[in-house]
């Protein structure tokens, strides 16, 4: 292996170039932990079909991809502990007795945390386990105080759902894909402390505010095929827990991380080994990472080397995964129930609680179930019933972070056609957000705003051309309304029939060239005299009005 690391880097970099070509059928099989499927990569875009197939050659090294995340429960208080929950707080400066695993220290269960994962197993249409256990798992690392992690290894609080996601795919990336993974369970457990290791003067410091904090961690069974279907599927889960409340999903403040688990082998043959890319930070980098996993593990093979199972960090900068450490010792984490927690019960109905057991200790589906809100599958699917608007523009307005409040704002104020609406929303607002960097929640226009120049243009106050002019002022100048814009530059219609009669002669009688090539039945030079019209008018014309004019004037 070490010999041939140079040509195998070598090879990866030439694979790196190239678009695989990947069997049309699909194979499910189960073997522990893997379901095979055909496998692609996002340099194809994930396509449902393979372009072109070789009947001949032996069956290309197909991959396939599990998904395991944490999502840092929404609540006020740790999952067995009082201590706040707070980013940035100063170092240890959120720790209780419990959470430093002082001597004699007891674990309470935060309800709210229960709720939580009640709420997101039904929103991921799970089978949710009415009496669930809480187990210890064994190990020893400093920000771990206890030697140990509370979790739910042999009955989790939820099993078996489904979690529906779409991306955009085609060949101009406009049309929805829709597909499906499996939940194989959801589980609470808590969270580590925070390791700080401080090269220069060789020492670890460490920070035990995180530690205790409640935590889902959501098993995905290995249903995805890239990387592109693994964030879309991340993206669609970070969408469904921010809908529920479940948990604010800002991953850059660590409050979802993504392991992803990677294997490749060719179909029929014994199943790959797989390597574990750890606590990956965004999206993005996740599709990143997994397609990097998955070329880079084709090549070893390929070579005649061996895919060792590891778990592997993601270098952002290099694009490369990097090895941490080796799985082949399987670790003995010791599970054992947790002797100073009772069995989790969760109730269908309060008529079916033990009685005499207080309402605020009682978790119960029914109340539950009623304070579902409405999904991100369920607002798409609204919007484009409701509005008329295509798929893949319902698809953007709810994956982008408050985009379809404002566009429902908009509609409610404007008396312009929500087709009309999304055109602005989709190009004016968002080219301008993303060519700043902003999000809509920092957007200099307001939904009402944007609302005024559409009724300006409705009104025939002003083009569609001066409607866009307006709405870069108002960008510079959030200060100021549509129609203070319009009256300082003077740039409503021109209404005078006279004078709109005036300039199209002039540009008629400047222009004989043009006009004769109208007369003999060269229509298209039409618009040319009309731009010329629409420049003497400084767009303040009706474009309607000026044609009817000149094809008048040149018949």
Same mark, same amino acid.
């Given at each position: 292996m070490a010999g041939s690391s140079a040509g195998t880097t070598a090879l990866l970099c030439h694979l790196n170039k190239l678009i695989a070509i990947?069997?049309?059928?699909?194979?499910?099989?189960?073997?522990?932990?893997?379901?095979?499927?055909?496998?692609?990569?996002?340099?194809?875009?994930?396509q449902s079909q393979a372009q072109t197939t070789r009947k001949s050659a032996p069956q290309e090294l197909v991959g396939v991809v599990g998904l395991e995340i944490h999502a840092q429960i929404h609540s006020n208080t740790k999952l067995f502990s009082g201590s706040q929950v707070g980013f940035q707080a100063p170092p240890n400066s959120l720790v209780s007795f419990f959470d430093a695993s002082l001597p004699g220290t007891l674990p309470v269960l935060n309800r709210r945390c229960v709720e939580a994962a009640v709420m997101t197993g039904l929103a991921l249409n799970c089978t949710i386990n009415r009496k669930s256990l809480f187990d210890r798992k064994h190990y020893?690392?400093?920000?771990?105080?206890?030697?140990?992690?509370?979790?739910?290894?042999?009955?989790?609080?939820?099993?078996?759902?489904?979690?529906?996601?779409?991306?955009?795919?085609?060949?101009?990336?406009?049309?929805?894909?829709?597909?499906?993974?499996?939940?194989?369970?959801?589980?609470?457990?808590?969270?580590?402390?925070?390791?700080?290791h401080d090269d220069y003067r060789s020492q670890?410091?460490?920070?035990?505010?995180?530690? +205790?904090? +409640?935590?889902?961690? @959501?098993?995905?069974?290995?249903?995805?095929?890239?990387g592109e279907e693994a964030a879309a599927a991340v993206r669609e889960m970070q969408l469904i827990l921010q809908a529920l409340g479940t948990c604010q999903g800002n991953m850059a403040e660590g409050q979802l991380r993504v392991d992803a688990n990677v294997s490749v082998h060719r179909p029929g043959d014994p199943w790959g080994i797989r390597t574990e890319v750890k606590n990956i930070n965004s999206a993005r980098n996740l599709a990143r990472a997994i397609d990097y996993e998955i070329q880079r593990q084709m090549v070893v093979l390929e070579s005649g080397g061996t895919v060792q199972n590891e778990t592997r960090s993601f270098d952002g900068k290099t694009g490369h995964t990097i090895p941490m450490r080796d799985k082949e010792g399987l670790q003995d984490y010791r599970f054992m129930p947790e002797p100073n927690l009772p069995p989790l019960m969760v109730y269908e109905a309060c008529s079916?609680?033990?009685?005499?057991?207080?309402?605020?200790?009682?978790?119960? @589906?029914?109340?539950?179930?009623?304070?579902?809100?409405? @999904?991100?599958?369920?607002r798409r699917q609204r919007l484009v019933e409701t509005y008329g608007i295509l798929p893949e523009h319902s698809f953007t307005l709810v994956n982008e972070d408050g985009l379809m409040d404002y566009f429902e704002a908009v509609v409610r104020e404007t008396k312009a056609g929500p087709r009309k609406v999304i055109g602005w929303v989709m190009n004016e607002l968002q080219g301008l957000l993303h060519q700043q960097n902003l999000s809509v929640s920092q957007s200099p226009i307001s939904p009402q705003a944007l609302a005024q120049i559409l009724n300006l243009q409705e009104n025939g106050q002003i083009s569609s051309s001066i409607a866009k002019q307006v709405f870069q002022e108002l960008w510079k100048t959030p200060g100021k309304t549509a129609q203070q814009i319009v009256k300082e530059q003077d740039l409503g219609m021109v209404n005078d029939s006279t004078e709109i009669h005036r300039i199209c002669q002039k540009v008629v009688d400047s222009h004989p060239d043009q006009v004769q090539a109208i007369r003999g039945g060269n229509k298209k030079v039409l618009n040319k005299l009309m731009g010329l019209v629409q420049k003497e008018t400084k767009g303040r014309a009706d474009p309607v009005v000026v044609r009817a004019i000149l094809e008048q004037k040149t018949s």
């Amino acid at each position: 292996m070490a010999g041939s690391s140079a040509g195998t880097t070598a090879l990866l970099c030439h694979l790196n170039k190239l678009i695989a070509i990947f069997s049309p059928t699909i194979t499910y099989q189960r073997h522990g932990w893997c379901v095979i499927r055909r496998i692609c990569t996002s340099v194809s875009r994930c396509q449902s079909q393979a372009q072109t197939t070789r009947k001949s050659a032996p069956q290309e090294l197909v991959g396939v991809v599990g998904l395991e995340i944490h999502a840092q429960i929404h609540s006020n208080t740790k999952l067995f502990s009082g201590s706040q929950v707070g980013f940035q707080a100063p170092p240890n400066s959120l720790v209780s007795f419990f959470d430093a695993s002082l001597p004699g220290t007891l674990p309470v269960l935060n309800r709210r945390c229960v709720e939580a994962a009640v709420m997101t197993g039904l929103a991921l249409n799970c089978t949710i386990n009415r009496k669930s256990l809480f187990d210890r798992k064994h190990y020893f690392y400093a920000d771990l105080p206890a030697g140990y992690q509370i979790t739910q290894q042999r009955l989790p609080i939820a099993v078996d759902g489904t979690l529906t996601y779409s991306h955009l795919g085609g060949r101009k990336r406009n049309t929805v894909v829709t597909k499906s993974v499996r939940i194989k369970q959801i589980q609470l457990e808590q969270d580590s402390g925070k390791s700080l290791h401080d090269d220069y003067r060789s020492q670890t410091l460490i920070d035990l505010n995180r530690a +205790g904090v +409640g935590l889902m961690e @959501l098993v995905m069974e290995p249903d995805m095929s890239c990387g592109e279907e693994a964030a879309a599927a991340v993206r669609e889960m970070q969408l469904i827990l921010q809908a529920l409340g479940t948990c604010q999903g800002n991953m850059a403040e660590g409050q979802l991380r993504v392991d992803a688990n990677v294997s490749v082998h060719r179909p029929g043959d014994p199943w790959g080994i797989r390597t574990e890319v750890k606590n990956i930070n965004s999206a993005r980098n996740l599709a990143r990472a997994i397609d990097y996993e998955i070329q880079r593990q084709m090549v070893v093979l390929e070579s005649g080397g061996t895919v060792q199972n590891e778990t592997r960090s993601f270098d952002g900068k290099t694009g490369h995964t990097i090895p941490m450490r080796d799985k082949e010792g399987l670790q003995d984490y010791r599970f054992m129930p947790e002797p100073n927690l009772p069995p989790l019960m969760v109730y269908e109905a309060c008529s079916t609680a033990p009685p005499g057991v207080a309402p605020s200790q009682v978790v119960v @589906l029914e109340e539950v179930r009623e304070r579902l809100p409405e @999904l991100p599958s369920v607002r798409r699917q609204r919007l484009v019933e409701t509005y008329g608007i295509l798929p893949e523009h319902s698809f953007t307005l709810v994956n982008e972070d408050g985009l379809m409040d404002y566009f429902e704002a908009v509609v409610r104020e404007t008396k312009a056609g929500p087709r009309k609406v999304i055109g602005w929303v989709m190009n004016e607002l968002q080219g301008l957000l993303h060519q700043q960097n902003l999000s809509v929640s920092q957007s200099p226009i307001s939904p009402q705003a944007l609302a005024q120049i559409l009724n300006l243009q409705e009104n025939g106050q002003i083009s569609s051309s001066i409607a866009k002019q307006v709405f870069q002022e108002l960008w510079k100048t959030p200060g100021k309304t549509a129609q203070q814009i319009v009256k300082e530059q003077d740039l409503g219609m021109v209404n005078d029939s006279t004078e709109i009669h005036r300039i199209c002669q002039k540009v008629v009688d400047s222009h004989p060239d043009q006009v004769q090539a109208i007369r003999g039945g060269n229509k298209k030079v039409l618009n040319k005299l009309m731009g010329l019209v629409q420049k003497e008018t400084k767009g303040r014309a009706d474009p309607v009005v000026v044609r009817a004019i000149l094809e008048q004037k040149t018949s």
